[in-house]
C-alpha cells in the first residue's frame, strides 16, 4: 500500500494563475480531507469528503474548490492564485469507522508570487 | 484550530522527559490524538486516547487526559534528538471523522 499520495510535491505560481493538486488513497477509505498548514496556525480543513459524491466545506474554503473522482481520489483546484494560498496543502483520508484516525499525505508546497 | 490550543515551543536535554501539553473544548470529543510532524514530512499518527481512558502508555510514550479540565497531555520518557519534531494535539468532532488540531508545539531536543 502507497498509503495516501499527493501530486505535485512542489509548486511556484504567479498571482492569478490555476492549478489542481492531486490526492490518492489506496486504502478503501471513505472519507478525504483538504487541510492548509500555516506557521503557528496548526492545520486548518479546506474541504472534506465524507464518501464518494459528497463534499463539503470546511473552515477555509474561500478561493478553492474540489472534486471527489471517485472513492480514491480527492483533488484540490485554485481557480486564481493569490499569495495568501502561500501554505503546505496536506491531504488525508480515514476509514468508515474506528477511531476517526486520519493518515496524512506528504504535502504539497505551493508558493504563490 | 482555535479551540485546541497548545504552547508553541519546548525545549529539553536528551534523556529528560517531555511534556507536551493542550487544552480542547469540545467535551464531546470521542477521541484525542497526538500526531508527530518531522521536518519536511506529513502528519504521522503518535497515538491516541479514547474519552472514557484516563491513561494510556505505549512505550515511551504516555498520554495523559484530564476530562473534567478538558486537558491532554503527552509525555516522552528519555527524549532523543530523533524526537525533535512538531506535535499536534487533535480531538474528534462527533461522528463526522473531522479533527480539529491544535497549533503545534516544536520539540527541540539538546545533544
Known amino acids: 500500500n502507497a498509503g495516501v499520495t499527493q501530486t505535485p510535491k512542489f509548486q511556484v505560481l504567479k498571482t492569478g494563475q490555476s492549478m489542481t493538486l492531486q490526492c490518492a488513497q489506496d486504502?478503501?477509505?471513505?472519507?478525504m480531507y483538504w487541510y492548509r498548514q500555516d506557521p503557528g496556525m496548526g492545520l486548518r480543513l479546506i474541504y472534506y469528503s465524507a464518501s464518494e459524491g459528497t463534499t463539503d466545506k470546511g473552515e477555509v474554503p474561500n478561493g478553492y474548490n474540489v472534486s471527489r473522482l471517485n472513492k480514491r481520489e480527492f483533488s484540490l483546484r485554485l481557480e486564481s492564485a493569490a499569495p495568501s494560498q502561500t501554505s503546505v496543502y496536506f491531504c488525508?483520508?480515514?476509514?468508515?469507522?474506528?477511531?476517526?484516525?486520519?493518515?496524512f499525505g506528504p504535502g504539497t508546497r505551493l508558493t504563490v508570487l | 484550530g482555535e479551540d485546541v490550543e497548545q504552547s508553541l515551543f519546548l525545549s529539553v536535554r536528551e534523556g529528560d522527559s517531555s511534556v507536551i501539553n493542550c487544552t480542547y473544548t469540545d467535551s464531546s470529543s470521542t477521541y484525542l490524538y497526538w500526531y508527530k510532524q518531522e521536518p519536511g514530512a506529513g502528519l504521522q499518527l503518535l497515538t491516541y486516547i479514547f474519552s472514557n481512558m484516563d491513561m494510556k502508555q505505549d512505550q515511551r510514550l504516555t498520554v495523559l487526559l484530564n476530562k473534567k479540565d478538558k486537558h491532554l497531555s503527552l509525555r516522552i520518557a528519555d527524549t532523543q534528538t530523533g524526537d525533535s519534531a512538531i506535535y499536534f494535539c487533535a480531538e474528534s468532532r462527533g461522528n463526522t471523522g473531522k479533527l480539529i488540531f491544535g497549533q503545534g508545539t516544536t520539540l527541540q531536543v539538546k545533544p
Open positions: 488525508a483520508s480515514n476509514p468508515p469507522a474506528g477511531t476517526d484516525t486520519q493518515y
Open positions: 486504502m478503501n477509505h471513505n472519507s
